[in-house]
Structures are given as structure tokens and as C-alpha cells.
Nanobody, 124 residues
Framework: QVQLVESGGGLVQAGGSLRLSCAVS????????LGWFRQAPGKEREFVAI????????HYGDSVKGRFTISRDRAKNTAYLQMNSLKPEDTAVYYC?????????????????WGQGTQVTVAS
């Protein structure tokens, strides 16, 4: 099995920054690409960003472009999401997810593994 564990969430003022981490462990063979989603109360899970296995490709959701940056450290089996210029509408549970290919990036059901989520709250 593959385990994804997120950390780094918390409460921040609008305009502030947070960095989320996603540690990958277990049978990681075949786990290539790491992404982030978020889900606010009463809303559908929303695609945030994805990074390819060798960090050669990244893609972002429209609502976070220019403010969030995804990265990964292959040696540590960890992905990161640097979130700057945070807005109250960024408040959500953020989930790390993994998939084996780079198709259908924005569809949650296309991801093979998920973490438990970490809460991010942005106060106005």
C-alpha cells in the first residue's frame, strides 16, 4: 500500500503564506505524479496543482495560478505546496493525491491514492 501524509496546515491571516507537505511512504513503485486538491464545506473537491515524477511538468488550477507553487523532493519522497497571498476563499481541507499518469488531471476519481487532508483556514 501507499500512504500519503499531509502536514503544514493551520490558521493564517489573509495575505499570509503557508507551506504544505505531503510525505509518501509504503510501496511507492508506480506512484509517479503528485497533486493537491482542496475541498471547502458544501463544495466539490477542487484541483489545485500537480507535479510530475521528475518535476519536469507542473499544472495549476486557475484560482491559484501565480500564488501557489508545487514542488517535490524525490530523495525525501515528499511534495510541497507553497501558498502565498492567501485569501479567505482558499479556506479548505487540502488533500495530497497520487496518480500513475498525466491524464485527466483535474478529476479526483482518476487519482490512485489520497492522504487524510490538512485544514487551511484563512482569516479576513
Amino acid at each position: 500500500q501507499v500512504q500519503l501524509v499531509e502536514s503544514g496546515g493551520g490558521l493564517v491571516q489573509a495575505g499570509g503564506s503557508l507551506r504544505l507537505s505531503c510525505a509518501v511512504s509504503g510501496r511507492t513503485f508506480g506512484v509517479h505524479h503528485l497533486g493537491w486538491f482542496r475541498q471547502a464545506p458544501g463544495k466539490e473537491r477542487e484541483f489545485v496543482a500537480i507535479i510530475s515524477e521528475r518535476s519536469t511538468y507542473t499544472h495549476y488550477g486557475d484560482s491559484v495560478k501565480g500564488r501557489f507553487t508545487i514542488s517535490r523532493d524525490r530523495a525525501k519522497n515528499t511534495a510541497y505546496l507553497q501558498m502565498n497571498s492567501l485569501k479567505p476563499e482558499d479556506t479548505a481541507v487540502y488533500y495530497c493525491a497520487a496518480k500513475r499518469d498525466l491524464t485527466n488531471l483535474k478529476i479526483p476519481a482518476q487519482y490512485n491514492y489520497w492522504g487524510q487532508g490538512t485544514q487551511v483556514t484563512v482569516a479576513s
